[in-house]
């Protein structure tokens, strides 16, 4: 996976989905902390989409132990040729956890594989101004820039989108959305601002984040919005 232009991730934590997911999805994103065995479900993997592998922690709204366990299982996934991009947290490679998230990223490099960067807030957003500063952190550390923060009001979702576009107006390679009811439509919208990447899951009821569209609706949402863009 490139990112050069918007990508719609089946988001998951079973691979299982993948006949039903082809239909409208670009890839796969295999939520591995919520995934039984996911390195087993990798290993068994013969669909043809692409693959995004996460092992969120905790500390970033995931179930990973904060442990050099859950690098290490990112590295192996590496290993498998569906496997195409990870994301790692901006705080992991900045020293949150103290595990040396940078060698995910440069084992990521020696495969090809792509880096997405993500931060979250599921309390509130940021200004505009904060936003900026902490996709472009993100970005100085991976191909993709990812934020995702909670909405409480039109405003918030005014912030993100202008982020979005102002960083992708410089070249950048972002991946935003806002959680939340206030922020739902953020998923669909934030494409034709320059996001790169959309989650959603096939079945509405295995969202892995607030505010979720399933699969074919943002699909179909994010298409009618471009092709009037």
Same mark, same amino acid.
């Given at each position: 996976?490139?990112?050069?232009?918007?990508?719609?991730?089946?988001?998951?934590?079973?691979?299982?989905?993948?006949?039903?997911?082809?239909?409208?999805?670009?890839?796969?994103?295999?939520?591995?902390?919520?995934?039984?065995?996911?390195?087993?479900?990798?290993?068994?993997?013969?669909?043809?989409?692409?693959?995004?592998?996460?092992?969120?922690?905790?500390?970033?709204?995931?179930?990973?132990?904060?442990?050099?366990?859950? +690098?290490? $299982? =990112? /590295?192996? #996934?590496?290993? &498998? *040729? !569906?496997?195409?991009?990870? %994301?790692?947290? +901006?705080? $992991? =490679? /900045?020293? #949150?956890?103290? &595990? *040396? !998230?940078?060698?995910?990223? %440069?084992?990521?490099?020696?495969?090809?594989?792509?880096?997405?960067?993500?931060?979250?807030?599921?309390?509130?957003?940021?200004?505009?101004?904060?936003?900026?500063?902490?996709?472009?952190?993100?970005?100085?550390?991976?191909?993709?820039?990812?934020?995702?923060?909670?909405?409480?009001?039109?405003?918030?979702?005014?912030?993100?989108?202008?982020?979005?576009?102002?960083?992708?107006?410089?070249?950048?390679?972002?991946?935003?959305?806002?959680?939340?009811?206030?922020?739902?439509?953020?998923?669909?919208?934030?494409?034709?601002?320059?996001?790169?990447?959309?989650?959603?899951?096939?079945?509405?009821?295995?969202?892995?984040?607030?505010?979720?569209?399933?699969?074919?609706?943002?699909?179909?949402?994010?298409?009618?919005?471009?092709?009037?863009?």
């Amino acid at each position: 996976m490139d990112f050069e232009s918007f990508t719609l991730l089946a988001a998951t934590d079973d691979l299982g989905v993948e006949p039903a997911a082809r239909v409208d999805a670009d890839g796969l994103e295999l939520r591995m902390d919520f995934a039984d065995e996911p390195l087993a479900q990798l290993d068994a993997y013969d669909g043809d989409l692409p693959i995004l592998v996460t092992n969120r922690p905790t500390w970033e709204g995931g179930e990973a132990g904060d442990t050099a366990g859950r +690098l290490d $299982a =990112l /590295e192996t #996934a590496l290993e &498998h *040729d !569906a496997v195409t991009a990870v %994301d790692l947290e +901006l705080a $992991a =490679l /900045e020293g #949150a956890g103290d &595990h *040396d !998230a940078g060698r995910v990223a %440069d084992a990521a490099r020696d495969r090809g594989a792509s880096v997405v960067v993500s931060t979250h807030n599921f309390e509130s957003t940021p200004d505009r101004e904060a936003i900026v500063s902490r996709l472009e952190r993100a970005c100085a550390h991976g191909d993709v820039g990812k934020m995702a923060s909670t909405a409480h009001s039109p405003d918030d979702v005014l912030a993100m989108l202008g982020a979005t576009r102002e960083l992708t107006a410089e070249g950048e390679q972002v991946a935003t959305m806002c959680m939340g009811a206030a922020g739902r439509h953020s998923r669909a919208v934030a494409p034709v601002y320059g996001s790169r990447i959309g989650y959603a899951p096939v079945d509405p009821a295995d969202a892995t984040a607030p505010g979720q569209y399933d699969l074919a609706t943002l699909r179909t949402l994010v298409g009618q919005l471009q092709s009037d863009a």
